[in-house]
Protein backbone atom coordinates (compact mmCIF):
# COMPACT_ATOMS: atom_id res chain seq x y z
CA UNK A 1 0.00 0.00 0.00
CA UNK A 2 1.12 3.44 -0.86
CA UNK A 3 1.23 5.77 1.83
CA UNK A 4 2.98 9.61 2.50
CA UNK A 5 5.61 10.04 4.66
CA UNK A 6 3.94 12.03 6.88
CA UNK A 7 1.88 8.91 8.85
CA UNK A 8 5.28 6.61 8.70
CA UNK A 9 7.70 9.60 10.29
CA UNK A 10 5.08 10.68 12.99
CA UNK A 11 5.47 6.33 14.02
CA UNK A 12 9.15 6.41 13.95
CA UNK A 13 9.89 9.47 15.22
CA UNK A 14 12.79 9.29 18.14
CA UNK A 15 12.10 5.17 17.97
CA UNK A 16 13.64 4.11 14.34
CA UNK A 17 14.23 5.34 11.24
CA UNK A 18 12.90 4.41 7.58
CA UNK A 19 15.18 3.13 4.85
CA UNK A 20 14.99 5.36 1.58
CA UNK A 21 16.05 2.93 -1.47
CA UNK A 22 16.87 3.82 -4.88
CA UNK A 23 15.46 1.73 -7.29
CA UNK A 24 16.04 1.80 -10.98
CA UNK A 25 14.91 -1.84 -12.68
CA UNK A 26 12.65 -4.85 -12.10
CA UNK A 27 14.95 -6.68 -10.00
CA UNK A 28 16.17 -4.30 -7.60
CA UNK A 29 12.00 -3.74 -7.18
CA UNK A 30 11.71 -7.63 -6.29
CA UNK A 31 14.83 -7.81 -3.69
CA UNK A 32 13.58 -4.43 -2.41
CA UNK A 33 10.07 -5.31 -1.83
CA UNK A 34 11.10 -9.19 -0.70
CA UNK A 35 13.62 -7.66 1.41
CA UNK A 36 11.13 -5.25 3.36
CA UNK A 37 8.63 -8.19 3.91
CA UNK A 38 11.18 -10.55 5.22
CA UNK A 39 12.12 -7.99 7.85
CA UNK A 40 8.72 -7.11 7.97
CA UNK A 41 9.87 -3.12 7.68
CA UNK A 42 7.67 -0.40 5.94
CA UNK A 43 10.02 1.65 3.42
CA UNK A 44 10.32 4.32 0.97
CA UNK A 45 10.99 3.68 -2.79
CA UNK A 46 13.36 6.35 -3.94
CA UNK A 47 12.91 7.43 -7.83
CA UNK A 48 16.08 9.63 -9.04
CA UNK A 49 15.65 11.99 -11.72
CA UNK A 50 18.18 9.70 -13.53
CA UNK A 51 15.97 6.30 -12.54
CA UNK A 52 12.99 8.23 -14.65
CA UNK A 53 14.99 8.95 -17.72
CA UNK A 54 17.02 5.69 -17.62
CA UNK A 55 14.01 4.23 -20.00
CA UNK A 56 11.22 5.77 -19.47
CA UNK A 57 9.76 7.00 -16.00
CA UNK A 58 6.29 4.93 -17.06
CA UNK A 59 8.14 1.76 -17.13
CA UNK A 60 9.61 2.26 -13.79
CA UNK A 61 6.36 3.68 -11.83
CA UNK A 62 4.70 0.88 -13.87
CA UNK A 63 6.87 -2.22 -12.44
CA UNK A 64 6.25 -0.26 -8.74
CA UNK A 65 2.73 -0.49 -9.40
CA UNK A 66 3.14 -3.90 -10.18
CA UNK A 67 4.72 -4.55 -7.30
CA UNK A 68 1.87 -3.25 -4.85
CA UNK A 69 -0.24 -5.76 -6.41
CA UNK A 70 2.11 -8.90 -5.93
CA UNK A 71 3.01 -7.86 -2.03
CA UNK A 72 0.01 -6.05 -0.44
CA UNK A 73 1.19 -6.20 2.80
CA UNK A 74 3.84 -4.23 2.07
CA UNK A 75 3.52 -0.48 3.42
CA UNK A 76 5.80 2.26 1.67
CA UNK A 77 5.96 5.55 0.42
CA UNK A 78 6.82 7.04 -3.21
CA UNK A 79 9.45 9.43 -3.24
CA UNK A 80 11.20 11.62 -6.31
CA UNK A 81 14.54 12.23 -5.17
CA UNK A 82 16.50 14.95 -5.37
CA UNK A 83 14.58 17.02 -7.43
CA UNK A 84 14.46 19.70 -9.49
CA UNK A 85 11.19 22.20 -9.88
CA UNK A 86 10.31 20.71 -12.96
CA UNK A 87 10.70 17.27 -11.77
CA UNK A 88 9.12 18.08 -9.09
CA UNK A 89 5.90 19.41 -10.59
CA UNK A 90 5.93 16.61 -12.92
CA UNK A 91 5.57 14.11 -10.16
CA UNK A 92 2.83 16.60 -8.33
CA UNK A 93 0.56 16.25 -11.38
CA UNK A 94 1.51 12.13 -12.06
CA UNK A 95 -0.97 11.57 -9.23
CA UNK A 96 1.82 8.66 -8.53
CA UNK A 97 4.00 9.99 -5.89
CA UNK A 98 2.91 10.57 -2.32
CA UNK A 99 6.14 12.43 -1.30
CA UNK A 100 8.63 14.70 -3.71
CA UNK A 101 12.15 15.86 -2.26
CA UNK A 102 13.20 19.71 -4.20
CA UNK A 103 16.93 20.26 -3.95
CA UNK A 104 17.62 23.90 -4.19
CA UNK A 105 20.27 23.65 -1.50
CA UNK A 106 22.81 25.07 -4.12
CA UNK A 107 21.02 28.40 -4.20
CA UNK A 108 21.50 31.31 -1.51
CA UNK A 109 19.45 30.69 1.66
CA UNK A 110 16.49 33.35 1.21
CA UNK A 111 15.72 31.15 -3.12
CA UNK A 112 16.21 27.99 -1.28
CA UNK A 113 13.24 29.32 0.73
CA UNK A 114 11.32 30.52 -2.22
CA UNK A 115 11.98 27.70 -4.20
CA UNK A 116 10.90 25.14 -1.71
CA UNK A 117 7.92 27.15 -0.70
CA UNK A 118 6.44 27.15 -4.55
CA UNK A 119 6.98 23.22 -4.58
CA UNK A 120 5.42 22.98 -0.98
CA UNK A 121 2.19 25.06 -2.37
CA UNK A 122 1.62 22.94 -5.07
CA UNK A 123 2.38 19.61 -3.43
CA UNK A 124 0.39 20.32 -0.46
CA UNK A 125 -3.22 20.85 -2.50
CA UNK A 126 -2.68 17.18 -3.82
CA UNK A 127 -2.56 15.90 -0.51
CA UNK A 128 2.05 15.29 -1.33
CA UNK A 129 4.68 15.83 1.75
CA UNK A 130 7.87 17.85 0.46
CA UNK A 131 11.38 16.81 1.92
CA UNK A 132 13.88 19.71 1.35
CA UNK A 133 17.94 20.34 1.71
CA UNK A 134 20.11 22.79 3.80
CA UNK A 135 23.82 22.10 3.62
CA UNK A 136 25.47 20.90 1.00
CA UNK A 137 26.70 17.14 0.95
CA UNK A 138 29.62 16.84 -1.11
CA UNK A 139 30.24 13.54 -3.51
CA UNK A 140 28.69 12.67 -6.89
CA UNK A 141 25.10 11.00 -7.14
CA UNK A 142 24.04 11.34 -10.95
CA UNK A 143 23.36 14.89 -11.65
CA UNK A 144 24.58 16.21 -8.35
CA UNK A 145 28.17 16.94 -7.80
CA UNK A 146 29.47 18.82 -5.48
CA UNK A 147 33.23 19.40 -4.70
CA UNK A 148 34.47 18.79 -0.50
CA UNK A 149 35.57 22.11 -0.61
CA UNK A 150 31.81 23.65 -1.58
CA UNK A 151 30.47 21.03 0.81
CA UNK A 152 29.05 22.40 4.33
CA UNK A 153 27.20 21.48 7.02
CA UNK A 154 23.35 22.63 8.12
CA UNK A 155 23.67 25.66 10.18
CA UNK A 156 21.24 24.59 12.94
CA UNK A 157 20.50 28.44 13.75
CA UNK A 158 19.02 28.62 10.37
CA UNK A 159 17.43 24.89 10.47
CA UNK A 160 14.11 26.72 12.15
CA UNK A 161 13.47 29.78 10.06
CA UNK A 162 14.15 27.70 6.79
CA UNK A 163 11.50 25.24 7.96
CA UNK A 164 8.86 27.83 8.88
CA UNK A 165 9.31 30.20 6.20
CA UNK A 166 9.37 27.04 3.44
CA UNK A 167 6.55 25.18 4.90
CA UNK A 168 8.39 21.79 4.16
CA UNK A 169 7.60 19.05 6.20
CA UNK A 170 10.96 16.82 6.68
CA UNK A 171 14.38 18.60 6.20
CA UNK A 172 17.76 16.92 4.75
CA UNK A 173 20.68 17.97 6.62
CA UNK A 174 24.29 17.74 6.12
CA UNK A 175 25.48 16.33 9.11
CA UNK A 176 29.06 14.40 7.71
CA UNK A 177 27.87 12.17 5.25
CA UNK A 178 28.63 12.56 1.50
CA UNK A 179 26.83 11.07 -2.16
CA UNK A 180 29.07 8.24 -4.07
CA UNK A 181 31.11 5.36 -3.03
CA UNK A 182 34.29 7.44 -2.03
CA UNK A 183 32.89 9.12 1.86
CA UNK A 184 35.12 9.23 4.72
CA UNK A 185 39.02 9.26 5.48
CA UNK A 186 40.97 9.12 8.05
CA UNK A 187 38.46 8.92 11.53
CA UNK A 188 35.69 11.30 9.84
CA UNK A 189 32.53 10.29 10.55
CA UNK A 190 28.50 11.92 11.69
CA UNK A 191 28.43 15.11 13.70
CA UNK A 192 26.22 14.46 15.66
CA UNK A 193 26.37 17.69 17.81
CA UNK A 194 25.30 19.56 14.95
CA UNK A 195 22.40 16.94 14.69
CA UNK A 196 21.48 17.44 18.19
CA UNK A 197 21.51 21.27 17.68
CA UNK A 198 19.19 21.28 15.05
CA UNK A 199 16.56 18.73 16.89
CA UNK A 200 16.84 20.89 19.74
CA UNK A 201 15.46 24.01 17.45
CA UNK A 202 13.15 21.10 15.50
CA UNK A 203 11.69 19.17 17.79
CA UNK A 204 9.69 16.82 16.81
CA UNK A 205 10.33 17.49 13.12
CA UNK A 206 11.63 14.55 11.24
CA UNK A 207 15.40 15.01 9.49
CA UNK A 208 16.40 13.45 6.91
CA UNK A 209 20.15 11.64 6.37
CA UNK A 210 21.46 11.69 2.71
CA UNK A 211 24.17 9.30 1.78
CA UNK A 212 24.35 7.28 4.14
CA UNK A 213 25.44 4.29 2.56
CA UNK A 214 28.10 2.10 4.62
CA UNK A 215 30.89 1.03 1.48
CA UNK A 216 31.23 -2.52 3.31
CA UNK A 217 34.90 -3.31 2.99
CA UNK A 218 33.63 -6.46 2.44
CA UNK A 219 32.06 -5.90 -0.97
CA UNK A 220 35.00 -3.26 -2.55
CA UNK A 221 37.30 -6.74 -1.64
CA UNK A 222 34.92 -8.97 -3.62
CA UNK A 223 34.12 -6.73 -6.45
CA UNK A 224 37.98 -5.98 -6.79
CA UNK A 225 38.59 -10.03 -6.87
CA UNK A 226 36.35 -10.49 -9.51
CA UNK A 227 37.97 -7.99 -11.42
CA UNK A 228 36.93 -4.12 -10.35
CA UNK A 229 38.96 -1.45 -9.36
CA UNK A 230 37.37 0.24 -6.58
CA UNK A 231 39.44 2.23 -4.46
CA UNK A 232 40.17 1.67 -0.98
CA UNK A 233 36.88 4.02 1.12
CA UNK A 234 34.45 4.35 3.94
CA UNK A 235 30.96 5.34 4.34
CA UNK A 236 28.68 5.73 7.12
CA UNK A 237 28.84 3.02 10.21
CA UNK A 238 26.01 1.86 9.84
CA UNK A 239 25.99 0.99 14.04
CA UNK A 240 24.97 4.97 14.17
CA UNK A 241 22.11 4.77 12.21
CA UNK A 242 20.23 3.96 15.86
CA UNK A 243 21.86 6.92 17.85
CA UNK A 244 20.94 9.11 14.38
CA UNK A 245 17.44 8.38 15.21
CA UNK A 246 16.60 9.55 18.88
CA UNK A 247 17.77 12.69 17.35
CA UNK A 248 15.11 12.97 15.20
CA UNK A 249 16.83 11.02 12.24
CA UNK A 250 13.47 9.08 11.08
CA UNK A 251 14.89 8.94 6.76
CA UNK A 252 17.90 7.30 5.35
CA UNK A 253 18.86 6.99 2.24
CA UNK A 254 21.26 4.19 1.08
CA UNK A 255 21.75 4.15 -2.53
CA UNK A 256 25.21 3.52 -3.25
CA UNK A 257 25.64 0.12 -1.34
CA UNK A 258 22.53 -1.38 -3.27
CA UNK A 259 24.85 -0.93 -6.20
CA UNK A 260 27.81 -2.55 -4.43
CA UNK A 261 25.59 -5.57 -4.07
CA UNK A 262 24.35 -5.55 -8.29
CA UNK A 263 28.20 -4.96 -9.32
CA UNK A 264 29.66 -7.76 -6.45
CA UNK A 265 26.87 -10.28 -7.73
CA UNK A 266 27.18 -10.03 -11.49
CA UNK A 267 31.02 -9.38 -11.35
CA UNK A 268 31.25 -12.86 -9.46
CA UNK A 269 28.58 -14.71 -11.34
CA UNK A 270 30.13 -13.95 -15.00
CA UNK A 271 33.70 -15.01 -13.49
CA UNK A 272 32.61 -17.88 -11.62
CA UNK A 273 30.61 -19.13 -15.18
CA UNK A 274 31.96 -17.47 -18.19
CA UNK A 275 29.87 -19.95 -20.05
CA UNK A 276 26.48 -18.37 -18.67
CA UNK A 277 24.83 -15.14 -21.09
CA UNK A 278 21.26 -15.63 -19.88
CA UNK A 279 21.02 -12.24 -17.98
CA UNK A 280 18.37 -13.88 -15.89
CA UNK A 281 20.47 -16.51 -14.30
CA UNK A 282 22.52 -13.80 -12.44
CA UNK A 283 18.83 -11.61 -11.90
CA UNK A 284 17.72 -14.26 -9.45
CA UNK A 285 20.94 -14.09 -7.66
CA UNK A 286 20.83 -10.59 -7.00
CA UNK A 287 17.13 -10.47 -6.21
CA UNK A 288 17.94 -12.83 -2.92
CA UNK A 289 21.13 -10.83 -2.41
CA UNK A 290 19.59 -7.55 -2.43
CA UNK A 291 16.20 -8.81 -0.02
CA UNK A 292 19.09 -10.11 2.10
CA UNK A 293 21.19 -6.60 1.89
CA UNK A 294 17.75 -4.89 2.97
CA UNK A 295 17.03 -6.57 5.35
CA UNK A 296 20.77 -6.40 7.32
CA UNK A 297 19.61 -2.46 6.72
CA UNK A 298 16.60 -2.69 8.21
CA UNK A 299 17.51 -4.20 11.49
CA UNK A 300 20.12 -1.30 11.75
CA UNK A 301 18.22 1.24 11.23
CA UNK A 302 15.78 -0.57 13.67
CA UNK A 303 12.08 -0.50 11.26
CA UNK A 304 12.37 -4.39 11.18
CA UNK A 305 9.99 -5.89 12.65
CA UNK A 306 7.49 -2.71 13.11
CA UNK A 307 5.55 -3.58 9.66
CA UNK A 308 2.29 -4.98 12.37
CA UNK A 309 2.32 -1.70 14.27
CA UNK A 310 2.21 0.24 11.11
CA UNK A 311 -0.33 -1.71 9.42
CA UNK A 312 -2.59 -1.45 12.94
CA UNK A 313 -2.10 2.34 12.89
CA UNK A 314 -2.94 2.88 9.39
CA UNK A 315 -6.35 0.84 9.82
CA UNK A 316 -7.38 2.76 12.73
Partial sequence: MIVTTKKLFELAYGRYAIGAYNINNLEQA????????????????????????YTDKRMLEAIIRAADQVF?????????????????????????????????????????????????DAAHKKGIVVEAELGQLGGVEEHVSV????????????????VEKSGCDSLAVAIGTSHGAYKFKGAQALRMDVLAEIQKRLPKFPLVMHGSSSVPKEEVDRINAAGGKLKDTKGVNENEFAKAATLGVTKVNIDTDGRLVWTRVHREFFRDTPEKFDLRD????????????IAHKNEKLGSAGKLPEVQKALAR
Fill in 147 to 162: DEKNAHLTDPKQAKEF
Fill in 72 to 120: PQAIFAVHLDHGDVEACMDCIQSGFYSSVMIDASDKPFEENIRITRQIV
Fill in 282 to 293: PGKVFMKEYAKF
Fill in 30 to 53: MGLFRGNLDSQAPFIIQISKGART
